[in-house]
Every structure is written in structure tokens, then in C-alpha cells.
């Protein structure tokens, strides 16, 4: 689909989000999309790594309102949701995710974040995790992988004020490895992803499966 553009090349997926007009807003098909684009991903052998972007302007804004409201009005509750099972292909994905964040990146656009390998930001980069402020808990595993790594007082700050914050934040919270210069962020992610995607692959699997093996358990509990 459009609003999602999946090209391969030497061994690296990208996977961007494209819906400028919208912020990226993600719809249920846009979830979709990119939940199959990551399983077939980690399926087959030519793809060695994946680079997650929404390009040099926004990363994505969150979920599309109108058309989850759609889903709450048209379908019951028991319908498995296509975020949830994108989230649940990061996860899943044994090979190494690396994204690159410009512009805003709200609730799920910083929540699927704690779910890649490698997360580089912009300096014009907006995080915020809006969740209480909506009604709801925080998604994702977010408010249990935040205080892991950002300790818990900025996990408070974060997840209760639910306030944005930027990208030097980003990265004291655990959510973003560096900061770099807006003209630079695609090139040096594409750089990393393909440093990732040209090392051997099976040491690359193993080595994430046992940098993950302590949090999965225990993550997978705490989302549900």
C-alpha cells in the first residue's frame, strides 16, 4: 500500500510510513501493512536487517482516531487488533530494527521504539506518551521497560504528566540511542542498519535473542 513503502536492497529492509498529510497517522491497514512487512522480514534470509522510518519530516503522530472509532463502532472487542499484532512482530523479530525518528513520534510512535534494536533521533524529534491524558494505561510494555531504563522518577515524569519531551530526554529515558542532526538521521540509521545487516547472521540472532531473554517473559505478562 502506498502509505506504507517497503523496498528492499543488499540485505535491508525499509520500512517508512507515508502519509505526510496526516503526520503518518496510523490506520488499521497501516498497522496491518507493517506487521506482515516485519514477519516476512524475519522469514527470509535475503533480509538481514530492517529500517523502520517516517522519513525526514514526522515519524507518525499516532494512531488515526477516526478510524479506530470506526473499528469501535463496526467490529467487537474480541477482534484482534492490528497494532497490537505489529507490536507483538517487533518483538518477535530476530533480526536487528533500527529506526530513525524526525518530527513527531507520539504514543505508539515512541511505545513500538522500545521494541527496536538500535533508535536514533532527530534533533527536531517530539516524543510523548499522551496515555493517561486519553483515559487509557500506558501500551506497549512501556510503563515497565521505561522505569528499567530510564529509572524510575523519569518514567513517572513521562508516563503520568504524559508531557512531550524531546530528543536529549529520549535517549536518558532509554528510548533513544543518539541524537543527530536533522540532514544527517536517515543516512547514519541506513549506515548502522547496514553495519548490522553485514555481520554474520546467525551470531547477529543469537546475540539479540540473549540481550532479550531476561525481558521477554516478563514483558509479554505485563502487556496483557
Given at each position: 500500500?502506498?502509505?506504507?513503502?517497503?523496498?528492499?536492497?543488499?540485505?535491508?529492509?525499509?520500512?517508512?510510513?507515508?502519509?505526510?498529510?496526516k503526520?503518518?497517522?496510523?490506520?488499521?491497514a497501516?498497522?496491518a501493512?507493517?506487521?506482515?512487512?516485519?514477519?516476512?522480514?524475519s522469514?527470509?534470509p535475503?533480509?538481514?536487517?530492517?529500517?523502520?522510518?517516517?522519513?525526514?519530516?514526522?515519524?507518525?503522530?499516532?494512531?488515526?482516531?477516526?478510524?479506530?472509532?470506526?473499528r469501535?463502532?463496526a467490529?467487537?472487542?474480541t477482534?484482534?487488533?492490528?497494532?497490537?499484532?505489529f507490536?507483538?512482530?517487533?518483538?518477535?523479530?530476530?533480526?536487528?530494527?533500527?529506526?530513525?525518528?524526525?518530527?513527531?513520534?507520539?504514543?505508539?510512535?515512541?511505545?513500538?521504539?522500545?521494541?527496536c534494536?538500535?533508535?536514533?533521533?532527530?534533533?527536531?524529534?517530539?516524543?510523548?506518551?499522551?496515555?493517561?491524558?486519553?483515559?487509557?494505561?500506558?501500551?506497549?510494555g512501556?510503563?515497565?521497560?521505561?522505569?528499567?531504563?530510564?529509572?524510575?522518577?523519569?518514567?513517572?515524569?513521562l508516563?503520568?504528566l504524559?508531557?512531550?519531551?524531546?530528543?536529549?530526554?529520549?535517549?536518558?529515558a532509554?528510548?533513544?540511542?543518539?541524537?543527530?542532526?536533522?540532514?544527517?538521521?536517515?543516512?547514519?540509521?541506513?549506515?548502522?542498519?547496514r553495519?548490522?545487516?553485514?555481520?554474520?547472521?546467525?551470531?547477529?540472532?543469537?546475540t539479540?535473542?540473549?540481550l532479550r531473554r531476561?525481558?521477554?517473559?516478563?514483558?509479554r505478562?505485563?502487556?496483557h
Amino acid at each position: 500500500m502506498s502509505e506504507i513503502l517497503v523496498t528492499d536492497a543488499d540485505g535491508l529492509r525499509t520500512i517508512r510510513m507515508n502519509r505526510p498529510d496526516k503526520k503518518n497517522a496510523l490506520t488499521r491497514a497501516m498497522y496491518a501493512a507493517m506487521g506482515e512487512a516485519v514477519r516476512d522480514a524475519s522469514k527470509s534470509p535475503a533480509v538481514r536487517a530492517i529500517l523502520l522510518t517516517g522519513g525526514e519530516a514526522c515519524f507518525t503522530s499516532g494512531n488515526d482516531v477516526g478510524d479506530f472509532k470506526a473499528r469501535s463502532t463496526a467490529e467487537p472487542a474480541t477482534v484482534p487488533s492490528p497494532a497490537r499484532d505489529f507490536l507483538w512482530a517487533l518483538i518477535d523479530c530476530p533480526k536487528p530494527v533500527v529506526a530513525a525518528v524526525a518530527g513527531f513520534a507520539i504514543g505508539i510512535g515512541t511505545t513500538m521504539l522500545l521494541h527496536c534494536d538500535l533508535v536514533y533521533a532527530s534533533e527536531n524529534a517530539v516524543f510523548r506518551m499522551p496515555f493517561v491524558d486519553l483515559g487509557l494505561c500506558p501500551e506497549g510494555g512501556s510503563s515497565l521497560l521505561v522505569p528499567l531504563r530510564g529509572g524510575q522518577l523519569l518514567a513517572n515524569e513521562l508516563l503520568l504528566l504524559g508531557e512531550a519531551f524531546g530528543p536529549d530526554t529520549a535517549v536518558r529515558a532509554g528510548i533513544a540511542n543518539a541524537v543527530v542532526a536533522p540532514q544527517d538521521l536517515l543516512a547514519h540509521a541506513e549506515t548502522k542498519a547496514r553495519t548490522l545487516a553485514n555481520k554474520p547472521p546467525e551470531a547477529l540472532a543469537a546475540t539479540k535473542a540473549l540481550l532479550r531473554r531476561a525481558d521477554v517473559g516478563g514483558l509479554r505478562a505485563h502487556m496483557h
